[in-house]
Each structure stands twice: as C-alpha cells, then as structure tokens.
C-alpha cells in the first residue's frame, strides 16, 4: 500500500503562485509514476503533470508554462509549482501515484486551490 499526504492548497489571487507537496509512505516501489490530477465541480478528473522515476514528464496543454513538476526520490515527494494561476485552475488537486508494471494506481485525499479573479 501507498499513502499519500498533500499539502500547500489554498486561496490566491488570480496571478498568483502556490506550491503544492505530496508525500508518499509505505511500500514505494522503485519504477513509478507520480503526480497531480484536479477535478472542479461538475467536471471530470483531469490529469495535470505527472512526472516518472525515471524524469519523464507529461502535463496538461493549458498549464504548460505556468505549472512545473519535481520530485525528490529519495524522499518520495512530488511538488507542483504553479504560477500565474486563472480562475479556471480552481479545482481539488489530487496527488497521484502509479507503479509501473501492475499500474496499481494510489489518490490522496486532495486539496483545494481557489482562484479569485
């Protein structure tokens, strides 16, 4: 089992920057993918950034240049920066866990962001 602790949410202003943090306990296994997800009222989970152990990223086109991914393996921690933030990334932001191979895939519990314009 994989636990996961985000971190960071809250309210900004549009234009703004927050910087949301994820943890990962338990049995994390080496060849994984993790990430961020968001999902607003009425609409569907969408993937925002993910980022493999090996460095291999993927994001959504519409945060490309605002949101940037990281982790820190040896802490098995991912990070969300995210800058310049529009009313339209107001969402509960998911952290994400995959392990590769079996695809077990693993949530947190999210957190709010809110933008207000």
């Known amino acids: 089992q994989v636990q996961l602790v985000e971190s960071g949410g809250g309210l900004v202003q549009a234009g703004g920057s927050l910087r949301l943090s994820c943890v990962a306990s338990g049995t994390i296994f080496r060849l994984n993918v993790m990430g961020w997800y968001r999902q607003a009222p009425g609409n569907q989970r969408e993937l925002v950034a993910t980022?493999?152990?090996?460095?291999?990223?993927n994001s959504l086109d519409s945060v490309k240049g605002r949101f940037s991914i990281s982790r820190d393996g040896a802490k098995n921690t991912v990070d969300l920066q995210m800058n310049s933030l529009k009313p339209e990334d107001a969402a509960v932001y998911y952290c994400y866990f995959m392990r590769l191979g079996t695809r077990q895939e693993y949530w947190g519990q999210g957190t709010q962001v809110t933008v207000s314009s």
């Open positions: 980022i493999s152990s090996g460095g291999s990223t």
